[in-house]
């Protein structure tokens, strides 16, 4: 059964600096790209990062560009998201999604999420 | 950056209508374009993928078409357990995902 387990969310100030991780079991994690969506609350789903089966293929939404850094590490089926100057208007739910390929498609299975609260 | 609008923002349906939501490319985005229910309190659930196709466990009720610009999906008789918010979703190889703005589901 193929699980993915956020963690690392929390209340920080704005300005500051969060990891988010992802940990993966259940199917070969080097063989699927893996992504990042957000949900602020109650609106929609907003796509934030994604990331090829070897790290060669990488992108971001604009909104977080420059500010968010994707990473993997295959070795410990893990994903991994650093938010870096954080704003309120990060405030959302994040998932961690995997897909069906190793380098894009759509999203098969989706973690619970973890929470930021972006807030002074 | 490609834009997804999805319409309507919300319906209202009684058990057993057909339910149409679109969603529209701002380019051609050929078939790579997936369909998702959400639930409240819940992630997302893959429904359709590639325009077309039903994910493995998904009621045949559900169905999409289209290719290009313009999407449809449908859920050919409502069901209860069908009260949910839909999202399109479009995808390239760069990665780069858009999401529709979603489609709330009520009962009427």
């Known amino acids: 059964e193929v699980q993915l387990v956020e963690s690392g969310g929390g209340l920080v100030q704005p300005g500051r600096s969060l990891r988010l991780s992802c940990a993966a079991s259940g199917f070969t994690f080097d063989d699927y790209a893996m992504h990042w969506v957000r949900q602020a609350p109650g609106k929609g789903l907003e796509w934030v990062s994604g990331?090829?089966?070897?790290?060669?293929?990488?992108g971001y939404a604009d909104s977080v560009k420059g500010r968010f850094t994707i990473s993997r590490d295959n070795a410990k089926n893990s994903l991994y998201l650093q938010m870096n100057s954080l704003r309120a208007e990060d405030t959302a739910l994040y998932y961690c999604a995997k897909t069906n390929d190793i380098l894009t498609g759509y999203l098969t299975e989706w973690g619970q999420g973890t929470l930021v609260t972006v807030s002074s | 950056d490609i834009q997804m609008t999805q319409s309507p923002s919300s319906l209202s349906a009684s058990v057993g209508d057909r339910v149409t939501i679109t969603c529209q490319a701002s380019?051609?985005?050929?078939?790579?374009l997936n369909w998702y229910q959400q639930k409240p309190g819940k992630a997302p659930k893959l429904l359709i993928y590639?325009?077309?196709n039903l994910e493995t466990g998904v009621p045949s009720r559900f169905s999409g078409s289209g290719s290009g610009t313009d999407f449809t999906f449908t859920i050919s008789s409502l069901q209860p357990e069908d009260i949910a918010t839909y999202y399109c979703?479009?995808?390239?190889?760069?990665?780069?995902?858009?999401f529709g703005q979603g489609t709330k589901l009520e009962i009427k």
């Open positions: 979703q479009q995808y390239d190889n760069l990665p780069r995902y858009t």
């Open positions: 590639d325009a077309s």
């Open positions: 990331i090829s089966w070897n790290s060669g293929s990488i």
């Open positions: 380019q051609d985005i050929s078939n790579y």
